[in-house]
């Protein structure tokens, strides 16, 4: 079975601007997350998807907004980028009703100027 | 609000030693819970899990885990590190009602000395 992808994998863009992120989840898992990865915070988690509906969301602000599919492949999307965003922004999908192990993606690297 | 803690950011040990990394979570509810790793360019991976029965439960390369449900507590242990054990660990704990919340610790960064 093919893992999780994301794309893309780098990402440079400047203060204001937005940005889709793309994830597609293992075959057949219907649970994906989000989450931030920065030095020192660890990963702080954004939002959890399952079968089209956000089940869970962080404590992050209205700029930070997701979606998934019918064929469970999610996006997420920060509006109005600021300097703190830049991050490693990893996606995750797990099987079942997703309680169990999640299986993460190589993550995309933002880096806002 | 639900929280999972790490007591360690930075540990640095030599080859052959003991470790041991903390990890506590906030009480409320039944709980699955997680060690993830995320070796140097690596993704993350699973280390081990627990979700209910033996509270000593094994993992990957000789890592074991307790759980003590009385003290919120899921310890990872590992009686000999080697230097590729160098690596970030991640305590995770998704909770099984309520708010099914997978919530992950800030991570301890291990450098292990050759």
């Known amino acids: 079975k093919a893992g999780v992808t994301q794309t893309p994998r780098y990402l440079i863009k400047t203060r204001g601007q937005q940005v889709t992120l793309s994830c597609s989840p293992i075959s057949g898992h219907r649970s994906v997350s989000w989450y931030q990865q920065t030095p020192g915070q660890g990963l702080q988690f954004l939002f959890e998807y399952f079968s089209e509906t956000q089940r869970n969301k962080g404590n992050f602000p209205g700029r930070f907004s997701g979606r998934q599919f019918s064929n469970s492949r999610s996006e997420m999307n920060v509006s109005t980028l600021e300097l703190g965003d830049s991050a490693l922004y990893l996606c995750?999908?797990?099987?079942?009703?997703?309680?169990?192990?999640?299986?993460f993606g190589p993550g995309t690297r933002l880096t806002v100027l | 609000a639900q929280s999972v803690s790490q007591h360690n950011h930075h540990v640095i040990l030599s080859e052959a030693a003991s470790l041991e990394l903390g990890c506590n979570y906030s009480y409320g509810g039944t709980v699955n819970l997680f060690w993830y790793v995320q070796y140097p360019g690596q993704h993350l991976q699973l280390l081990l899990k627990?979700?209910?029965?033996?509270?000593l439960v094994k993992g990957i390369k000789g890592f074991e885990a307790e759980f003590i449900k009385s003290k919120f507590s899921f310890n990872l242990r590992k009686p000999s590190v080697q230097w590729s054990d160098t690596a970030e660990y991640f305590c995770?704990?998704?909770?099984?009602?309520?708010?099914?919340?997978?919530?992950f610790g800030t991570g301890t960064r291990l450098k292990v000395l050759a």
């Open positions: 995750a999908s797990s099987s079942g009703g997703g309680e169990g192990e999640q299986f």
């Open positions: 627990y979700f209910s029965g033996d509270p």
């Open positions: 995770a704990v998704r909770w099984t009602s309520g708010t099914y919340k997978y919530i």
